[in-house]
């Protein structure tokens, strides 16, 4: 079955550096890609996604680009602030069967003022 | 958007015990609601894939029989954890496609903390 990888675990940066994290997934005939950020004690809320025929995708101070080739996907958030920090998941839509979303490990975004 | 009401957010029950757990959408149609489990400091694993007026889906190694899922109607889905045990204790949520269908974005509920004692 689809299998998605992430990285790093644990992310800490200052305030106003970038944060890029990472996913690769195993099927190639995924073709939905979403991020979700999720707070403690709440539900994953998406924060930016990508189809397969889209290359990259930007919204703000967000961005996703993805390499269908090599099968990986990242997430780019400039500018960070303390409202970002967070556990953030990557998501890819298997297609086989019923579809469903297989959620990569997740990374837990700490960004220090 | 798309909204996914989930209640109740949080649940203490003692063991053995069933505890329900309802997910509404409220301004759009779910003909399918995905509930996850979710233990502390890990990821979200699908748990089961709920279809309107048909048996739910159960990924391998989840209890059908004790992890009862209902969707009666096009709002609302519901999971009950039968005789529920301490090992039980966690996040669950649900979640539905948009309208549009499942390439235009999922919305999850809230999340239900359960914690059985």
């Known amino acids: 079955g689809e299998n998605v990888e992430q990285h790093p675990s644990t992310l800490s940066v200052q305030e106003g550096d970038s944060a890029v994290i990472k996913c690769t997934y195993s099927?190639?005939?995924?073709?939905?890609f979403p991020w979700y950020k999720q707070e403690l004690g709440k539900g994953p809320q998406l924060i930016i996604d990508?189809?397969?025929?889209?290359g990259e995708k930007k919204d703000q101070r967000i961005a996703v680009t993805l390499n269908k080739t090599a099968k990986h996907f990242s997430l780019h958030i400039t500018e960070t602030q303390p409202e970002d920090s967070a556990v953030y998941f990557c998501?890819?839509?298997?297609?086989?069967?019923?579809?469903?979303?297989?959620f990569g490990t997740g990374t837990r975004l700490l960004v220090s003022p | 958007g798309a909204v996914v009401s989930q209640h109740p957010s949080w649940v203490i029950c003692k063991s053995g015990t069933s505890v329900k757990i309802e997910c509404r959408s409220l301004?759009?149609?779910?003909?399918?609601m995905f509930w996850y489990r979710q233990f502390p400091k890990q990821s979200l694993m699908l748990m089961a894939t709920?279809?309107?007026?048909?048996?739910?889906?159960?990924e391998q190694g989840v209890e059908k029989d004790k992890f009862l899922i209902n969707h009666a109607s096009l709002t609302l889905s519901t999971l009950t954890v039968t005789s529920a045990h301490p090992e039980d204790s966690s996040f669950y949520i649900c979640?539905?496609?948009?309208?549009?269908?499942?390439?235009?974005?999922?919305?999850f509920g809230s999340g239900t903390r359960l914690t059985v004692v």
């Open positions: 301004d759009f149609q779910a003909t399918t």
């Open positions: 990508i189809r397969s025929n889209v």
């Open positions: 998501a890819a839509l298997l297609l086989t069967g019923f579809q469903k979303l297989v």
């Open positions: 709920s279809n309107e007026g048909s048996k739910a889906t159960y």
């Open positions: 099927d190639s005939a995924s073709n939905y």
């Open positions: 979640s539905a496609p948009g309208t549009g269908g499942i390439l235009y974005g999922y919305t």
